[in-house]
């Protein structure tokens, strides 16, 4: 081991590979074991119906999957997120991708962290291929889904499928998905044109329309979220004045409460001073 990767794991830097955008890491292209892969995301909809169980079926894992998913049947696992940045006080992540390592299922990392995978434990690391991949797709790729639709249609299985990967928010606050979700679609297309088959679960937001432009009125679906809209608003307004009546209700009570409060000091002040309270209340 050189000197400076020698000072850079004592003071737990991020070890990176010596000019790895010159000289990249030598590995390599993965190779299917199974005939069949399914790539689990964290819509928690479909996610669990993932085929855990079909011997056929390569199961692929991302990121922190595992606390949503734990005990589930995982055969490779891809991290793409920097992992001194996101995981390097994260101890239950690196003890996950540690158990994968353990479990000899490969783990693949950015290339620029594949030594510090090595130093972490994960001995089952790999460098993700991600310059195979630019070199046969547009660089359009926004998400990890999407990275690992384009390696499994480089990989030629006979099934690729997506569960929990709807790129549709399941919050208000997940806004990320409407600018991940084209680049999803992008290589779904890819992988329906080339692939034997592709299977996404009955309910997923990708690659689906309310109507067939052209062909079917779209009338239908507006009215009946028109209604919708209209239903919820109506509701809204009832909640909102039964929050209104509760909220005077609590002033009310507090203003009861403390008039309580106020008439029992009173009592205290003149059993104090007025009075001569019984040996047992003096204190």
């Given at each position: 081991m050189s000197d400076d990767v020698q000072s850079q794991d004592e003071t737990d830097e991020p070890l990176v590979a010596e000019a790895a955008d010159e000289e990249p890491l030598q590995f390599d292209f993965p190779t299917l074991v199974k005939p069949k892969v399914s790539i689990v995301g964290f819509a928690t909809g479909s996610a669990h119906k993932a085929p855990f169980a079909d011997d056929e079926v390569e199961t692929?894992?991302?990121n922190q999957l595992w606390k949503q998913l734990p005990d589930r049947r995982w055969d490779r696992w891809f991290?793409?997120?920097?992992?001194y940045d996101f995981y390097h006080a994260n101890e239950g992540h690196q003890d996950w991708l540690r158990s994968l390592a353990a479990a000899d299922i490969p783990v693949y990392v950015r290339e620029e962290d594949y030594l510090l995978a090595l130093k972490w434990g994960i001995t089952s690391a790999q460098p993700f291929p991600h310059?195979?991949?630019l070199d046969r797709f547009r660089p359009y790729f926004t998400n990890t889904i999407s990275w690992l639709i384009a390696l499994a249609i480089m990989m030629h299985p006979d099934e690729v499928g997506l569960n929990g990967g709807d790129m549709g928010p399941e919050g208000l606050l997940a806004a990320e998905y409407s600018e991940q979700r084209p680049s999803c679609e992008y290589f779904l297309g890819i992988a329906e044109a080339t692939l034997p088959s592709l299977v996404i679960p009955n309910g997923c937001d990708l690659l689906g329309?309310?109507?067939?432009y052209g062909y079917e009125d779209?009338?239908?679906t507006l009215e009946k979220m028109t209604n919708r809209f209209v239903e919820l608003g109506t509701n809204?307004?009832?909640v909102t004045q039964q929050v209104a009546q509760l909220k005077a209700q609590v002033v009310q009570g507090e203003g009861t409460l403390a008039a309580l409060q106020g008439a029992q000091?009173?009592?205290?002040y003149w059993r104090k001073n007025w009075l001569t309270l019984p040996?047992?209340?003096e204190n």
């Open positions: 692929w894992g991302i991290e793409l997120h920097s992992l310059r195979v991949l329309s309310t109507h067939l779209s009338g239908r809204k307004e009832q000091q009173e009592i205290t040996a047992s209340e």
